[in-house]
Each structure stands twice: as C-alpha cells, then as structure tokens.
C-alpha cells in the first residue's frame, strides 16, 4: 500500500509561477513511476506526465509542455510539479499517481493506469 499526499496548492494570479509536491509512505519509491493529473470542475482527470523510477525520463501532455516540469528526490520519497507562467485555465485540482512499474516508464496517461493516487491539491488561478 502505497500512500499520496499534496501540498503546495492555493491561490495565485495568471503569470505566477507554483510548485506542488506529492510525498509517498512506502520506502520502495524508487521502484514506482509517478505521474501527475488535474481536474477542473466538470471534467474529467486530464494527464499532464509521468516520470520514470529514476526521473531520467519524462513523458509531457502537450498542454503543458513548456510551462510544467515534473521532478523527483527519491532520497526524500517526493515528487513535485513545477508550474510556470499559470494560466486561469490551470485552475484545478491536482493529483499525484504512483504506478509499480517493472518496465521503461511509457506516457502512461489514464487514471486507471496508476495504483495509487493522492487525495489532491486545489490550484486557483485568479486573472
């Protein structure tokens, strides 16, 4: 069992920049590719990426590519998502995804291609 949890939302204004990050409870981090998605009201999860056991690879949703880099510290069991230059369009709720992955990392980019996932973080943009 594998736990998530966020931190990092709250409010910002369009053009701020913001950094979430994810902390898991299992000491085999290493051994799980992380993923992140968001969910705006009335939506469904949209994946924005996906980075290997290492971080050496990393997979991008061509919506955000450019503006958000994902990164992991498997010392510190943690993976965050830098967001840039926020748009009010990224207003949303974000979650992290763990996925046991004894493979090269693939863009894996549905909900239901990750085991775990943490609870969210509310994300508000403001104009």
């Known amino acids: 069992q594998v736990q998530l949890a966020e931190s990092g939302g709250g409010l910002v204004q369009a053009g701020d920049s913001l950094r979430l990050s994810c902390a898991a409870s299992t000491r085999a981090f290493s051994v799980y590719a992380m993923g992140w998605f968001r969910q705006s009201p009335g939506k469904n999860h949209e994946w924005l990426g996906v980075?290997?056991?290492?971080?050496?690879?990393?997979y991008y949703a061509d919506s955000i590519q450019g503006r958000f880099t994902i990164s992991r510290d498997n010392d510190k069991n943690t993976v965050d998502l830098q967001m840039n230059n926020l748009k009010t369009e990224d207003t949303a709720v974000y979650y992290c995804a763990a996925r046991w992955s004894g493979e090269p990392v693939l863009p894996w980019s549905e909900w239901n291609d990750y085991q775990y996932w943490g609870q969210g973080a509310r994300v508000t943009v403001s104009s």
């Open positions: 980075t290997s056991w290492t971080g050496d690879k990393t």
